[in-house]
């Protein structure tokens, strides 16, 4: 009889644990974040996590249309210079502070104040932001900014407890207060992130794992190498030659979607001493465009899986201005365009990410300019540590991608505009900068679309970025898990998200 009543008592032990195993869910990561404060946040891989803490003003559909996430309903005022937002209700802060607008107040100045801001270029033009009532706030513009309700679907829309913001020696950077699904318990560095649910959450019912356990894993092959020994059960950012393997297996499921995003090589034009003079002519600049084979590389690296681009929006995109292709391979043309600039081989050193993919590609590239008269020196370091060294001017390049933006401004604009805070290359050029505000100022398709090609005409001559493809977003995760959707932003959404039963 005790033999029965200790097998039973066991048995149900042991399936409690499983049940527990059950609700956390293990993702694999490609990098380490940075920082989590949605005011300092840079990287791709911060907003991956971020979407499970934060929620945004807005968000996005898997079609890119805008929908409403914490602002249930938004108006712009006949001039363009004023933003009304209708306030979710009911809201509370993960601390348990409440979510209204003077909270929305609260983080606009902040985001337009605060000295290490990301956030203040890409709501520039912002004035400040006006309390209505407890659940309508007005944000006010100095001129008209049609790009504004794009980056409230971004970090720019994220808000942070009032409260938590302004408590002396706050730590924003690893636990963030927001209004979200989930909340930081642990974080160690290049090791876990460890999140665990909200009970006050406002729509706590469309989220089903208890714990969330992201884990970096750079190189590629571990990382799929844990998703197949059940150490595992999602990852991001598969490599498309790995793709065909994992559809086969049955234990395994597959999500895609063309992304937002590019990558490329960001060229430090004029930050610090460290710019390397060649590079700061435009001709030596086209040389290294013109010696990359881009659809050699895509099919190489890429089993032909992602699509090669020589734009900040893929060839797709109704941004992308088709007067201005995809160059093909010109060794000739790149070899006379180093002597007109004076030389008849350059240097550069290029910091690229520890990441197998990255340093394949970068490889592919170095052997493609060498032919071309250009030696490149790869430079192999961690991803956090190469964003904080091409801000400070410490590189002559970096291999580097971007997450995508629905919104072309927030595509160019964070990173080539004269003086904005994303712009690590320094690039600076009157005649870009004069697209671009044409192109917030107007809230016509058509007039939008023009000022956006001319952008694209004047970063096709100076090259100060070598856009060389755009991916696919592409998750992996075993079968048990259910209601997955893969946005072509490449953020990991787990409303709806579960195991099967």
Same mark, same amino acid.
């Given at each position: 009889?005790?033999?029965?009543?200790?097998?039973?008592?066991?048995?149900?032990?042991?399936?409690?644990?499983?049940?527990?195993?059950?609700?956390?869910?293990?993702?694999?990561?490609?990098? *380490?974040?940075?920082?989590?404060?949605?005011?300092?946040?840079?990287?791709?891989?911060?907003?991956?996590?971020?979407?499970?803490?934060?929620?945004?003003?807005? $968000?996005?559909?898997?079609?890119?249309?805008?929908?409403?996430?914490?602002?249930?309903?938004?108006?712009?005022?006949?001039?363009?210079?004023?933003?009304?937002?209708?306030?979710?209700?009911?809201?509370?802060?993960?601390?348990?502070?409440?979510?209204?607008?003077?909270?929305?107040?609260?983080?606009? @100045?902040?985001?337009?104040?605060?000295?290490?801001?990301?956030?203040?270029? @890409?709501?520039?033009?912002?004035?400040?932001?006006?309390?209505?009532?407890?659940?309508?706030?007005?944000?006010?513009?100095?001129?008209?900014?049609?790009?504004?309700?794009?980056?409230?679907?971004?970090?720019? /829309?994220? !808000?942070? +407890?009032?409260?938590?913001?302004?408590?002396?020696?706050?730590?924003?950077? $690893?636990?963030?207060?927001?209004? #979200?699904?989930?909340?930081?318990?642990?974080?160690?560095?290049?090791?876990?992130?460890?999140? @665990?649910?909200?009970? +006050?959450?406002?729509?706590?019912?469309?989220?089903?794992?208890?714990?969330?356990?992201?884990?970096?894993?750079? *190189?590629?092959?571990?990382?799929?190498?844990?998703?197949?020994?059940?150490?595992?059960?999602?990852?991001?950012?598969?490599?498309?030659?790995?793709?065909?393997?994992?559809?086969?297996?049955?234990?395994?499921?597959?999500?895609?979607?063309?992304?937002?995003?590019?990558?490329?090589?960001t060229i430090n034009v004029d930050n610090g001493?460290?710019?390397?003079?060649?590079?700061?002519?435009?001709?030596?600049?086209?040389?290294?465009?013109?010696?990359?084979?881009?659809?050699?590389? %895509?099919?190489?690296?890429?089993? /032909?899986?992602?699509?090669?681009?020589?734009?900040?929006?893929?060839?797709?995109?109704?941004?992308?201005?088709?007067?201005?292709?995809?160059?093909?391979?010109?060794?000739?043309?790149?070899?006379?365009?180093?002597?007109?600039? &004076?030389?008849?081989?350059? %240097?550069?050193? !290029?910091?690229?990410?520890?990441?197998?993919?990255?340093?394949?590609?970068?490889?592919?590239?170095?052997? !493609?300019?060498?032919?071309? /008269?250009?030696?490149?020196?790869?430079?192999?370091?961690?991803?956090?540590?190469?964003?904080?060294?091409?801000?400070?001017?410490?590189? @002559?390049? $970096?291999?580097?991608?971007?997450?995508?933006?629905?919104?072309?401004?927030?595509?160019?604009?964070?990173?080539?505009?004269?003086?904005?805070?994303?712009?690590? &290359?320094?690039?600076? +050029?009157?005649?870009?900068?004069?697209?671009?505000?044409? &192109?917030?100022?107007?809230?016509?398709?058509?007039?939008r679309r023009l000022a956006y090609f001319k952008?694209?005409?004047?970063?096709?001559?100076?090259?100060?970025?070598?856009?060389?493809?755009?991916?696919?977003?592409?998750?992996?995760?075993t079968a048990k898990v259910a209601g997955f959707?893969?946005?072509?932003? &490449?953020?990991?959404?787990?409303? #709806?998200?579960?195991?099967?039963?």
């Amino acid at each position: 009889m005790k033999r029965r009543i200790f097998a039973a008592a066991f048995g149900a032990l042991l399936a409690s644990a499983v049940a527990a195993e059950a609700q956390t869910l293990r993702i694999g990561l490609a990098e *380490d974040p940075d920082s989590f404060d949605p005011a300092k946040a840079w990287s791709y891989v911060g907003r991956v996590v971020l979407a499970s803490i934060c929620d945004k003003l807005v $968000d996005i559909a898997p079609d890119t249309s805008f929908v409403p996430q914490l602002a249930e309903a938004w108006e712009t005022s006949p001039d363009g210079k004023a933003l009304t937002l209708r306030l979710r209700a009911g809201v509370t802060f993960s601390d348990g502070e409440p979510f209204n607008a003077a909270a929305v107040k609260f983080n606009i @100045e902040r985001f337009l104040t605060m000295p290490e801001s990301r956030r203040k270029a @890409e709501i520039a033009g912002v004035t400040g932001a006006t309390v209505i009532d407890d659940l309508t706030v007005r944000i006010d513009l100095e001129k008209p900014n049609a790009p504004l309700i794009a980056q409230f679907s971004d970090r720019a /829309g994220m !808000m942070v +407890s009032p409260k938590a913001a302004s408590a002396p020696g706050a730590k924003l950077d $690893d636990n963030p207060v927001c209004v #979200g699904p989930y909340r930081v318990v642990e974080r160690i560095a290049q090791d876990k992130i460890v999140l @665990e649910r909200v009970p +006050s959450y406002w729509d706590k019912g469309k989220f089903h794992f208890e714990k969330l356990v992201y884990q970096p894993v750079p *190189d590629d092959a571990v990382r799929i190498a844990n998703l197949r020994a059940g150490q595992l059960d999602f990852i991001e950012r598969v490599p498309p030659t790995e793709v065909a393997g994992l559809k086969a297996d049955p234990k395994f499921a597959i999500a895609a979607a063309t992304s937002l995003a590019y990558q490329g090589i960001t060229i430090n034009v004029d930050n610090g001493p460290k710019a390397n003079p060649a590079f700061k002519k435009p001709e030596v600049r086209e040389a290294l465009s013109l010696a990359i084979d881009r659809k050699a590389l %895509n099919e190489v690296a890429f089993a /032909g899986q992602y699509l090669p681009g020589n734009q900040a929006q893929p060839p797709n995109n109704k941004f992308y201005n088709k007067d201005y292709p995809v160059p093909a391979r010109d060794v000739a043309k790149a070899k006379a365009l180093l002597k007109q600039a &004076g030389y008849e081989r350059v %240097n550069l050193k !290029m910091l690229v990410p520890n990441g197998t993919e990255s340093l394949q590609v970068a490889q592919v590239i170095q052997s !493609m300019a060498a032919e071309a /008269g250009i030696d490149i020196e790869l430079q192999s370091i961690e991803f956090i540590s190469m964003l904080k060294a091409a801000k400070e001017g410490n590189s @002559e390049s $970096d291999f580097v991608g971007w997450s995508g933006r629905v919104d072309p401004d927030g595509n160019i604009a964070t990173l080539l505009q004269c003086g904005n805070p994303g712009n690590d &290359g320094h690039y600076c +050029s009157a005649e870009l900068d004069a697209a671009l505000a044409a &192109g917030r100022a107007s809230s016509d398709p058509e007039k939008r679309r023009l000022a956006y090609f001319k952008a694209a005409e004047v970063i096709a001559r100076d090259n100060p970025i070598i856009y060389l493809y755009h991916r696919q977003y592409i998750a992996a995760f075993t079968a048990k898990v259910a209601g997955f959707v893969q946005y072509p932003d &490449g953020i990991i959404r787990l409303r #709806g998200v579960e195991y099967r039963q």
